[in-house]
């Protein structure tokens, strides 16, 4: 079997979307998620809430159903999302329409350039070969290595890309040991690691998920806009990786002892694929040069008075097709846009929340039980966030939690716009348990090498640990350090 083409498959069918076919069960989610709409509009208002609010909800509660249960592709609910909006009369074509102007719009697709230039010249192959070859002392070392490559690539391109990256390399490396696939702890605990160390990852920058630029994008969005910069992302981020990193690494190795003593073999085979590799090539070169300078202007030159996110990324893209190191067909290619037109619409509906009041109606509606109380607050919007993001794409579940974690922070005191973003956006990336939850896990259990119940038996504990990681960086180091 070619592994590039499976590769290519699984990313295609996870990331740009499934053909819809007319099934009844698919009838059935589109026809119910239009009811709701249809009767919410034709409903009164509730007390408290505006009409056009009450349209906004129906509106979410159809987008919700939509993401979940997948009757089209997630790409075409967020264009329908879009329409949906003047169609009601909530919102007029040109302000919607606008929303999708947001630069965090034109980062996201500048990042995706980025990464296809990786991709095309196999540089990320050679830094994740590179990586692995530190951590070859022990068959623990070593999937702890697998984790930790991961999440650095994870840093500086998408997740799932990273994923797709990992999974054939990591697949030679276990057939040259003669791993049995679901029979070998080694196996699972290298495949999980994949998993887990993309969706770890994806939280330190603002290139690994799309709901990072999601959430920035939005905050930008508020009156007044409150502005996060790429270093202030990573200063917010890197301590949840950092502390749970190892932590979920102790987990899996605890769920799965591993049985396999030498590693001898795994040696040989990374070594053998560095060679095959040979020298950096001189559009390799220039490419992580461009990326190099990329990384250092979003970290030093993103804030408003400088350049912004989105100016950078874009610069970064250009250089690419000045150097000759990208064509316009290897970004058509290897661009998810799927994912652009998804953030698109997950931005308008945040907004159209925000603007008709129906974010506030309903963080009043949902913290009733908690009262004034924040940190009952942060911690219900933890388990609801993670709970959601493990039932449906985390980029979904992040677009309909953000606009009431924004109004909760309107209505809550101790609760910030910013600390009630980040919350939702850090937890709406640990999706531990469920193959569906992220295109990563999926992608590390193509595989064959550990089940479904595999996946849930270290993801539950995975989650609940992230869970408790997330309370208390908020409490201690968000809200106590930094004054969120």
């Known amino acids: 079997m070619n592994e590039d ?104 697709i500048g990042a995706f350039i980025l990464a296809a230039a990786l991709e095309k010249h196999g540089l990320h192959k050679r830094i994740a070969l590179k990586l692995l070859s530190y951590f070859e002392k022990s068959p623990k070392i070593f999937t702890l290595g697998i984790m ?6 994870s840093f500086i391109m998408p997740e799932h890309g990273v994923a797709a990256l990992f999974l054939p390399i990591v697949v030679s490396i276990l057939i040259a040991m003669k791993i049995t696939p679901r029979k070998s702890n080694f196996g699972k605990v290298s495949m999980l690691s994949i998993a887990y160390g993309c969706s770890i990852g994806s ?37 949840i990786v950092f502390i749970a990193l190892p932590l979920v690494w102790i987990v899996l190795q605890i769920s799965f002892p591993i049985e396999i003593k030498s590693i001898t073999t795994a040696k040989k085979e990374i070594n053998n694929q560095v060679s095959i590799a040979g020298k950096m090539g001189k559009h390799e070169i220039v490419v992580s040069c ?3 300078l990329t990384v ?34 290897d970004v ?20 159209g929340m925000q603007k008709t009041g129906a974010g506030a109606w309903t963080a009043h509606f949902m913290f009733d039980v908690a009262g004034n109380n924040p940190y009952l607050v942060i911690f219900g919007l933890i388990i609801f966030t993670i709970l959601l993001t493990n039932m449906m794409s985390n980029v979904g579940a992040v677009a309909i939690l953000l606009p009431i974690g ?64 997330i309370f208390i960086v908020a409490i201690i180091y968000w809200k106590g350090v930094l004054g969120l």
């Open 296 to 329: 250092f202007l979003w970290i030093f030159f993103s804030s408003p008075q400088y350049f912004g996110l989105a100016v950078i990324a874009i610069l970064g893209s250009i250089l690419l097709f000045f150097t000759g190191c990208i064509t316009w067909k």
């Open 5 to 108: 083409n499976e590769k290519k498959d699984i990313e295609y069918k996870l990331i740009k979307g499934k053909a819809p076919t007319l099934s009844k069960r698919n009838i059935f989610f589109i026809v119910f998620a239009f009811s709701v709409v249809a009767l919410i509009y034709f409903l009164p208002a509730p007390e408290g809430l505006s009409y056009n609010g009450k349209i906004m909800i129906g509106i979410l509660l159809m987008g919700g159903i939509l993401w979940v249960t997948e009757p089209i592709p997630l790409a075409v609910t967020g264009l329908l999302i879009i329409i949906i909006q003047p169609m009601l009369g909530v919102m007029p074509a040109k302000d919607v329409f606008s929303s999708f102007g947001n630069q965090a719009v034109f980062f996201l």
């Open 406 to 469: 924004l109004a909760v922070a309107t209505e809550i005191p101790g609760v910030s716009p910013l600390l009630a973003s980040l919350i939702i956006a850090l937890s709406g990336g640990l999706a531990f348990m469920f193959i569906i939850a992220t295109p990563g896990n999926a992608i590390a259990y193509s595989s064959g090498y550990f089940s479904s119940r595999d996946l849930l038996k270290a993801g539950v504990v995975a989650n609940i640990i992230c869970i408790g990681i």
């Open 332 to 351: 058509e290619k290897r661009v998810p846009w799927g994912i652009i037109l998804l953030y698109g619409g997950a931005i308008t509906l945040g907004i």
């Open 203 to 239: 939280l330190g920058t603002l290139v690994g998920g799309a709901r990072n630029p999601l959430t920035i994008g939005m905050l930008s969005d508020l009156n007044p806009p409150i502005i996060v910069t790429f270093f202030d992302w990573m200063t917010y981020s890197m301590p």
């Open 148 to 153: 930790s490559s991961c999440a650095f690539l």
């Open 290 to 292: 461009i990326l190099g």
